[in-house]
T-cell receptor, first 115, second 112 residues
Framework: GAGVSQSPRYKVTKRGQDVALRCDPI?????LYWYRQALGQGPEFLTY????????KSGLPNDRFSAERPEGSISTLTIQRTEQRDSAMYRC???FGTGAPFGYTFGSGTRLTVV | AQSVTQLDSHVSVSEGTPVLLRCNYS??????LFWYVQHPNKGLQLLLK??????LVKGINGFEAEFKKSETSFHLTKPSAHMSDAAEYFC??????????FGTGTKLQVIP
C-alpha cells in the first residue's frame, strides 16, 4: 500500500484478555519495527524483523508480548493476559533497506486501552 | 550503547520567530541521527536525517539540523515558525543501523 497501515486504530480490552495488533508495511519494505509509546513519552523500541526473521526482541517487556511476520510482510504483535500498564500507543514502522540510513515510515498506530 | 537527550520538554515561540529544538546524543560509534515530527493524532513523520554525509542537513518544511561531533549535538532549527509547526518533535539516534533510540520529545507551541 501507499503507507504503513495499522489496525485496529483503537482497541479497548478488559484486563486479562489477549489482543492482536496488526501492521501492514509498505510493499517491498524489508524491515519492520514495533514501538510502544506511553502517554507523554517517546516511542520505545520493542522488536524488529528483516523479512520474516525476528532480529531483535530485546525490547519486548516480558513473555506476554510476542510478534511474528510469517511471510515477511504483515506482522502481528500479540499481548497475552493484558494488564493496565500495557495501555499505550503501539506503532509500527517499515524501512526499505535493512538499516537506519533509509529512514523509517511509521503507521498511525493502535491506541490500546486496558480497562 | 546509545542514548539521546532532548533538553527541553516544551518550547514556545511566536509566529515568525526562529525555532531551536535541542538534542544531544551519546554513542560509541558514528551515529545516524534523525528528527521526527508528530502532529496530534497523526503518525510520526521524518523531517530529516544525518548519515555521515554533509553535517548541515536540510529537511522538509524549512527545517534543518547541524551535526556537531565536538558538541555531540544535533539541534533542529527553522528561521521562522509557522502555526502549522506546532507539534511534538523527536530526536532519534541509531548506531548499529537497526535499533533506534528515541528522545523523550519536545512539544513546540507557536503563539500567534
Amino acid at each position: 500500500g501507499a503507507g504503513v497501515s495499522q489496525s485496529p486504530r483503537y482497541k479497548v480490552t478488559k484486563r486479562g484478555q489477549d489482543v492482536a495488533l496488526r501492521c501492514d508495511p509498505i510493499s517491498g519494505h524489508v524491515s519492520l519495527y514495533w514501538y510502544r509509546q506511553a502517554l507523554g513519552q517517546g516511542p520505545e523500541f520493542l522488536t524488529y524483523f528483516n523479512y520474516e526473521a525476528q532480529q531483535d526482541k530485546s525490547g519486548l517487556p516480558n513473555d506476554r508480548f510476542s510478534a511474528e511476520r510469517p511471510e515477511g510482510s504483515i506482522s502481528t504483535l500479540t499481548i497475552q493476559r493484558t494488564e493496565q500498564r500495557d495501555s499505550a500507543m503501539y506503532r509500527c514502522a517499515s524501512s526499505f533497506g535493512t538499516g537506519a540510513p533509509f529512514g523509517y515510515t511509521f503507521g498511525s498506530g493502535t491506541r490500546l486501552t486496558v480497562v | 550503547a546509545q542514548s539521546v537527550t532532548q533538553l527541553d520538554s516544551h518550547v514556545s515561540v511566536s509566529e515568525g520567530t526562529p525555532v531551536l529544538l535541542r538534542c544531544n546524543y551519546s554513542s560509541s560509534y558514528s551515529p545516524s541521527l534523525f528528527w521526527y515530527v508528530q502532529h496530534p493524532n497523526k503518525g510520526l513523520q521524518l523531517l530529516l536525517k544525518y548519515t555521515s554525509a554533509a553535517t548541515l542537513v536540510k529537511g522538509i518544511n524549512g527545517f534543518e539540523a547541524e551535526f556537531k561531533k565536538s558538541e555531540t549535538s544535533f539541534h533542529l532549527t527553522k528561521p521562522s515558525a509557522h502555526m502549522s509547526d506546532a507539534a511534538e518533535y523527536f530526536c532519534v539516534v541509531s548506531v548499529d543501523y537497526q535499533k533506534v533510540t528515541f528522545g523523550t520529545g519536545t512539544k513546540l507551541q507557536v503563539i500567534p
